[in-house]
């Protein structure tokens, strides 16, 4: 063979692996994808690995129903088998670090499956899509201590955030810091006992931004909280800071991002945020469940 012939044979090739990068194309058990950047060497997934991706999410008149893009955060996830054929799980299954796709699934066949009804956004008959961008593909170890090492880092980040506050805000006389790097600032005193884990107790509370700037609080719902201290029913840092107080005290929690919502975003709270609470405890019962209800705000990571 020559130099042209060889050169005319390799033009071939990627002339057909281009039109097949992004062509539609359908797997044996019906799942429709195309292949938009797939690197062969790369690091493929494995069931129970963890997956770190970005996803947009589409019906079938193309609008968008999420963007983790706009959102802020990729997905995380561990992959598992294919609930069923043609499973978005099964195409995510194909995939490497760096790949992106996108799969298409009937959304008759997704919503029953999922055992839920059909939202209006979303016609009968229709498909949804599915477009992922791999960012990266983890074992339970590796991800494990990724987000060790991660966390460790941004404790050293809010201390010195949280410092930096109580310091401007003349704070740091009055402050009681604890090992796990939560802060409490007593401010009107209370009295007796304080409550411990099964305890229920009834709260007052603001949420704050450390700029000052109010993103929650019982006072704008007409009424005090009631929950469960140590079941996980709210933040740690919630947990932690109300067994603290005494019955009729008032105080200032200053959260670490740890103690909080983490590095997710959490509605209007951006990840690694250090947030302030100004807490009330009007009242505790030893050992006796919080009333029934819907989950309690802030609720549990």
């Known amino acids: ?118 939202p209006p956004m979303i016609k009968k008959g229709s498909e949804i899509s599915f477009t992922v961008k791999v960012l990266s593909v983890l074992t339970s170890e590796e991800f494990q201590k990724q987000q060790s090492e991660a966390g460790s880092k941004q404790k050293g980040i809010d201390a010195k955030v949280i410092d930096n506050f109580l310091a401007k805000n003349n704070l740091a006389a009055k402050a009681r810091k604890t090992a796990s790097g939560l802060v409490y600032v007593p401010q009107v005193e209370g009295s007796g006992a304080s409550p411990v884990s099964g305890d229920a107790v009834k709260v007052h509370y603001t949420g704050k931004f450390l700029d000052g700037k109010e993103f929650d609080s019982s006072k704008n719902q007409g009424k005090p909280l009631d929950l469960q201290v140590g079941q996980g029913m709210v933040i ?7 067994m603290l107080m005494k019955k009729g005290e008032k105080g200032l929690l200053i959260i670490p991002s740890g103690l909080a919502y983490g590095p997710e975003a ?36």
């Open 1 to 118: 063979m020559n130099l042209k012939t060889i050169g005319y044979a390799m033009g071939i090739t990627i002339l057909a692996a281009s039109c097949n990068k992004y062509r539609t194309q359908v797997t044996d058990s019906g799942l429709k994808y195309q292949i938009f950047d797939h690197e062969d060497d790369a690091r493929k997934a494995k069931l129970g690995d963890i997956m770190s991706f970005h996803l947009v999410l589409k019906n079938g008149t193309d609008s968008t129903l999420r963007d983790t893009y706009k959102e802020g955060n990729p997905v995380k996830m561990v992959l598992q088998a294919p609930p069923f054929k043609g499973s978005f799980e099964e195409g995510l299954a194909m995939l490497a670090t760096g790949d992106s796709a996108k799969f298409m699934i009937n959304a008759d066949t997704l919503f029953a499956k999922m055992m839920q009804p059909m």
């Open 236 to 242: 740690p840092g919630w947990e932690e800071g109300i």
């Open 266 to 301: 959490y509605g209007p709270i951006p990840g690694n945020s250090v947030l302030q609470f100004e807490m009330e405890l009007i009242d505790f019962s030893k050992g006796q469940p919080a009333p029934a209800g819907p989950p309690v705000t802030p609720p549990a990571r």
